[in-house]
C-alpha cells in the first residue's frame, strides 16, 4: 500500500465522491494514479464509503481494504510511474542512479540501455514530455497567489508611518473573473481569510483551488509532494473543495493566475501607486470599487467581459456556499503528561487518562478546543477558556480513584447534613 497514511485514503476517497479524476487527485494526495485507482476498487469492493470510513480508526481501515498483505513474489519490472517521480523531484538526479538504485533491488533486472529505452518509451507512451493548451471547464478551478508587488500607500494614524500592503489574487478559471484583496502581511491567517473572502465574492465554489506553492497554504513545497498545511486542509473539507497546488518551476500550472496578476498589477496596483489610505479597510473598500469597474471592461479582441463570461459560464457551474463560514483553526501537537491534561495558551484541558504518554493534536479555534489521537479520532470536546479556572476537566477521562476523591473534594457541609439524614441512626 504506498499511500498508506490513514488521513491520505480518506482524501482520495472523498475526492472520488466528488467525481475528481485520479490523475487530480494522485497530484493532491500525493502518490500515483495506481494507487488511488487501487483505493477506489477496493473501497467499492468492500463498500466502505468516505462517510464510513471517517468514523473508523486507521487500523479499522487498512484491515477492510487490506485484510491480507501478502509479500510480493518474485522479481518485478520497474515502477515507471515512481521512477519518473523520482527524476523530477531533483536537479541532480539522472537515469543513471536511477538504475543502478533498480538493480541493487533487482539484480537480474533490465540492463542499463533496456532501462533507459523502456523508460522512454513509457514516458512517451504517457505523454510526459508533450504540451497542450489549458481550457477550463466552467466552475473547475480557481487559481489563488500573491502578487509580487507590494505598495506603501497605508497610513498609521498613529505615528505616520507608511504600512506595507501586500495583495492577495484570484481567478476562476473558465470567465478569468478575479478578486483582490489588501493585508499588511502574508502570514496563515490573512491567506485563510483571503479564501474565504474570495469564495463569498464568488457567491459560490469551484471543484478545485490551485494555489502556489506559498508557505502559507503548502508546508512543504515539493515538485510532486506538496504537504497541505492543515488549517487549509480543514478549509478545503469544510468547503468541499480539491486543494491541488501548483508544482514549483512549473510556470503552465498557474500561467492563468500569473497572466491575472500581471494584469491586475497594471490596471488596478498602478492606480493604487499614488493614493493613501489610513486603515486597510478602507484600502480594500477602494479595491472592491476598482475591481467592479475592471471586470465590465470589455475584452480588444472577443466580445463580452470578465463580468459577462462569470454570469455567463461560471456563476451557474458553482456550487453553493456552506451554511457557516469556515472558522480558522490552530494544530499544535501534545504529548499527554501523566496529569492527562494538555495545556493551549495558557489553559489544560483532559483526555482520556488512558492516553498517557501518547501524542494527541489539538484544533483549537477561537470558540472550541478539539483534540484527536492518532487514529484521527476525536477525544476530548471544550469551549474554549480566556478566564476562570486554568484546568478544564471531564469526569469521564479520570480514572475511577481519581473520580471518587474529585467527587468526595467537592461535597459541602449541606451535602454531608444531607447525607446524614439518610443514613439510618442506631
Known amino acids: 500500500m504506498r499511500c498508506c497514511e490513514t488521513v491520505n485514503i480518506l482524501e482520495i476517497m472523498r475526492m472520488s465522491e466528488m467525481g475528481l479524476s485520479q490523475r487530480a487527485i494522485a497530484a493532491s494526495v500525493n502518490c500515483g494514479k495506481t494507487t488511488v485507482c487501487e483505493i477506489q476498487k477496493r473501497s467499492h469492493d468492500t463498500g466502505l464509503t468516505y462517510d464510513i470510513a471517517r468514523e473508523m480508526t486507521a487500523t479499522e481501515i487498512e484491515g477492510r481494504l487490506y485484510p491480507t498483505m501478502g509479500m510480493r513474489a518474485g522479481k518485478e519490472p520497474p515502477d515507471w510511474e515512481a521512477v519518473h517521480k523520482w527524476l523530477k523531484s531533483g536537479k541532480r538526479r539522472n537515469l543513471q542512479y536511477a538504475w543502478e538504485e533498480y538493480r541493487r533491488n533487482s539484480p537480474d533486472g533490465l540492463g542499463y540501455s533496456q532501462f533507459c529505452r523502456r523508460y522512454k518509451d513509457w514516458r512517451d507512451s504517457t505523454g510526459k514530455t ?6 477550463h471547464a466552467p466552475g473547475d478551478k480557481v487559481f489563488l497567489d500573491w502578487a509580487g508587488d507590494t505598495l506603501d500607500c497605508v497610513i498609521d494614524s498613529a505615528t505616520g508611518d507608511a504600512r ?19 493585508f499588511p502581511n502574508e502570514q496563515e ?39 497541505l498545511n492543515p488549517t487549509y486542509a480543514d478549509f478545503a473539507r469544510h468547503y468541499g473543495i480539491a ?6 518551476y512549473r510556470p503552465k500550472d498557474k500561467s492563468l493566475a500569473e497572466g491575472s496578476v500581471c494584469w491586475l498589477e497594471t490596471w488596478l496596483l498602478e492606480w493604487l501607486r499614488d493614493q493613501q489610505f489610513f486603515s486597510f479597510d478602507e484600502l480594500n473598500r477602494a479595491i472592491r470599487q476598482r475591481l467592479e469597474e475592471l471586470v465590465r471592461r470589455p475584452f480588444t479582441k472577443r466580445r463580452g467581459s470578465r463580468l459577462s463570461d ?11 456556499l456552506p451554511q457557516a463560514r469556515f472558522e480558522i483553526a490552530k494544530y499544535v501537537t501534545r504529548s499527554v503528561p501523566d496529569s492527562y491534561h494538555v495545556d493551549y495558551d495558557g489553559h489544560y484541558y483532559s ?29 476530548a470536546l471544550f469551549e474554549r477558556q480566556y478566564e476562570g ?3 478544564v476537566t471531564t469526569p469521564e477521562h479520570m480514572p475511577e480513584r481519581h473520580r471518587r476523591q474529585a467527587e468526595a473534594s467537592g461535597r459541602t457541609g449541606e451535602d454531608y447534613l444531607k447525607w446524614s439524614e439518610c443514613c439510618p441512626t442506631n
Open 130 to 135: 508533450v504540451t497542450m493548451v489549458q481550457q
Open 164 to 182: 506595507t500592503a501586500h495583495f492577495f489574487v484570484s481567478v476562476l478559471g473558465c470567465s478569468d473573473y478575479p478578486y483582490a484583496e489588501a
Open 189 to 227: 491567517e490573512n491567506w485563510l481569510t483571503a479564501n474565504i473572502h474570495a469564495l463569498e465574492w464568488y457567491q459560490g465554489v469551484p471543484r478545485m483551488g490551485v494555489p502556489d506553492n506559498t508557505t502559507t497554504a503548502v508546508t512543504k513545497p515539493h515538485y510532486y509532494d506538496p504537504k
Open 243 to 248: 486543494i491541488i497546488p501548483a508544482r514549483p
Open 310 to 320: 462569470f454570469l455567463e459560464l461560471d456563476k451557474p457551474a458553482l456550487r453553493p
Open 351 to 379: 483526555v482520556p487518562y488512558t492516553l498517557y504518554k501518547q501524542t494527541v493534536t489539538v484544533r483549537a479555534t477561537p470558540t472550541m478546543i478539539e483534540i484527536v489521537d492518532r487514529n484521527l479520532k476525536r477525544v
Open 389 to 391: 479556572s486554568r484546568y
